[in-house]
């Protein structure tokens, strides 16, 4: 049978699944990356944590067949040329030929594309929007991302680097986001911008996601306007993507969408209010997340999306 090794590069470490086409996962590992981590330590620990898994593959599961390496990257990337070109959560790293480095190394067919458009082909395959005609995704987590299935293929922009939704404006002058501009959906509704606006309403710091919720849901004041906003400001979001896409089902995947109970319905309510009346009776939303960001990685070695 057929294999697959999914490849999820994050802020806080880089994960890594064996899988096979039916998104069943054999093994799996991690290694942790920070704000520290340069081109070198990078490759180095990317390599390393491939090459035990494929080691430990050939002990445990030799009938597996190992037919590709599916990367899921942190951008702006050039997706041709097999090159992170910068992340802003990994300051250091620039430039790094992450393709050619494993193809050398493992003579294995390697794909890669940004992390938002893999979470898309996953959810696609093997998530809660399965198979749909026209499926948006977006991915709620320390930044948001975007990715949208069009009949069945992934659609990329030119070299990759389409739908980054994150970073449209949503509000002209609006809150400085970590891009270097002013206003973008994701200073709104992402870990990182729901952080930055706690500080700017309270003057404390907020650790993660889940601190934040937890204050959502013991009433915190500057929380609960904080996620309002945020909800408004990602409903107007996806109004414009529904009146340019006309998504049949939009998946809010991510870190986030484990909190939906939190803002799922109120966001859903607040699209229907503001969108065309034509939309509204058969745009589906849904809670994504259960589908792990290596196995959105494999789908891109999986042959589905040739
Ligand atoms: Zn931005």
């Known amino acids: 049978m057929n294999s697959f090794l ?6 806080t470490s880089i994960k890594a699944s064996l899988s096979d086409s039916e998104g069943k996962i054999y093994d799996q590992s991690s290694a942790p990356t920070g704000p520290n981590t340069d081109n070198g330590s990078f490759l180095d620990s990317l390599e390393k944590l491939i090459e035990n898994l494929v080691q430990n593959k050939q002990k445990t599961h030799p009938d597996l067949e190992l037919s590709g390496i599916g990367i899921g990257s942190p951008g702006p990337i050039d997706r041709e040329s097999g090159i992170l070109i910068s992340s802003a959560n990994l300051p250091k790293l620039k430039q790094v030929r992450v393709v050619d480095r494993l193809k050398e190394k493992f003579r294995l067919p390697v794909y890669y594309d940004n992390d938002a458009n893999c979470a898309a082909l996953g959810e696609y395959w093997f998530g809660p929007g399965k198979g749909s005609p026209n499926l948006l995704v977006l991915t709620l987590g320390t930044g948001l991302g975007g990715g949208w299935i069009y009949e069945g293929k992934l659609f990329e922009g030119y070299k990759g680097n389409g739908m980054e939704v994150g970073h449209t404006t949503l509000k002209p002058a609006g809150a ?11 200073a709104y509704f992402s870990a990182s911008g729901f952080s930055a606006r706690m500080y700017e309403r309270s003057g404390g710091k907020i650790e993660n996601a889940e601190e934040f919720f937890d204050l959502v849901t013991k009433g915190d004041p500057n929380a609960k306007e904080t996620l309002e906003e945020g909800v408004r400001i990602l409903a107007e979001l996806l109004r414009n993507m529904i009146h340019t896409i006309n998504p049949e089902c939009i998946v809010l995947s991510g870190g986030l969408s484990g909190s939906y109970h939190l803002f ?17 009776g058969y745009t589906r939303f849904v809670a994504g997340g259960s589908v792990t960001g290596t196995i959105g990685a494999a789908s891109l070695c999986m042959g589905k999306n040739q």
């Open 176 to 186: 400085l986001c970590g891009c270097g501009q002013r206003g973008c959906a994701e």
């Open 6 to 11: 999914g490849v999820d590069i994050g802020a």
């Open 264 to 280: 799922g319905k109120q966001l859903e309510n607040r699209v229907r209010e503001i969108i065309f009346p034509v939309f509204v």
